[in-house]
């Protein structure tokens, strides 16, 4: 959102600059979480196979790990219900624990013929400002295809970043947790200290 205000306020201050602050800002992107115990090439190969389902490739390139795709129009009768989508998808791996994760940007474009709005070679795609430029739900379904293709869902930050106490009790002490909350650890029996 701040982004989009300050795009607006460019091209107010500064008329014909809307194309290139696009560069300057970019559009933003959906970050996956981690995969340990994946190969980047493994989520590369997964990334491929879930965009290229629903999207035609038109550049894929290995050795940055960096797709992207054909636009993939949906026209409409109606004035400005016609849209594109086109998705840039990268296989990014952390600096500091090496872990491969996704980035996904679906671009987005509406159509804004009012002549002939179900002609393909007449349409006139403009970006959708009232999401961003973005299509943010089809970016985490994107996420959500690769993590199916990879067998596994993505796990949380919470479970990446666990404290041993906590996950690592017994059955017993699980138990006698959820019966008798945090208090000490869990530990004791049914009315001890209670009266005191």
Same mark, same amino acid.
């Not at 016609?82 to 940007?105: F, I, K, Q």
């Not at 393909?120 to 199916?148: F, K, P, Y």
């Not at 293709?149 to 666990?162: D, F, G, M, N, V």
């Given at each position: 959102?701040?982004?989009?205000?300050?795009?607006?306020?460019?091209?107010?201050?500064?008329?014909?600059?809307?194309?290139?602050?696009?560069?300057?800002?970019?559009?933003?992107?959906?970050?996956?979480?981690?995969?340990?115990?994946?190969? %980047?090439? &493994?989520?590369? *190969? #997964?990334?491929?196979?879930?965009?290229? /389902?629903?999207?035609?490739?038109?550049? +894929?390139?290995?050795?940055?790990?960096?797709?992207?795709?054909?636009?993939?129009?949906?026209?409409?009768?109606?004035?400005?219900?016609?849209?594109?989508?086109?998705?840039?998808?990268?296989?990014?791996?952390?600096?500091?624990?090496?872990?491969?994760?996704?980035?996904?940007?679906?671009?987005?474009?509406?159509?804004?013929?009012?002549?002939? %709005?179900? &002609?393909?070679? *007449? #349409?006139?795609?403009?970006?959708?400002? /009232?999401?961003?430029?973005?299509?943010? +739900?089809?970016?985490?379904?994107?996420?959500?295809?690769?993590?199916?293709?990879?067998?596994?869902?993505?796990?949380?930050?919470?479970?990446?970043?666990?404290?041993?106490?906590?996950?690592?009790?017994?059955?017993?002490?699980?138990?006698?947790?959820?019966?008798?909350?945090?208090?000490?650890?869990?530990?004791?029996?049914?009315?001890?200290?209670?009266? &005191?």
């Amino acid at each position: 959102m701040r982004k989009a205000l300050w795009l607006m306020i460019l091209q107010i201050l500064l008329p014909g600059c809307l194309p290139s602050c696009f560069e300057i800002f970019g559009k933003g992107s959906t970050e996956s979480h981690p995969y340990p115990g994946m190969p %980047p090439e &493994e989520v590369w *190969e #997964a990334l491929q196979r879930a965009v290229n /389902d629903y999207y035609d490739i038109r550049l +894929a390139d290995d050795e940055e790990m960096y797709l992207e795709s054909e636009w993939n129009e949906h026209l409409a009768p109606m004035y400005k219900s016609g849209r594109r989508l086109r998705v840039r998808a990268w296989v990014r791996v952390h600096e500091e624990t090496g872990l491969p994760y996704l980035e996904v940007t679906v671009d987005r474009e509406i159509n804004t013929n009012m002549e002939r %709005p179900l &002609e393909s070679s *007449e #349409a006139d795609w403009e970006t959708d400002w /009232d999401v961003d430029g973005r299509d943010e +739900a089809r970016e985490h379904r994107i996420i959500w295809l690769v993590n199916l293709r990879l067998k596994e869902i993505a796990p949380s930050k919470k479970i990446l970043e666990q404290r041993p106490s906590e996950y690592s009790m017994t059955p017993e002490e699980k138990r006698n947790r959820n019966l008798w909350g945090e208090a000490e650890g869990g530990k004791g029996k049914p009315g001890e200290g209670l009266w &005191e």
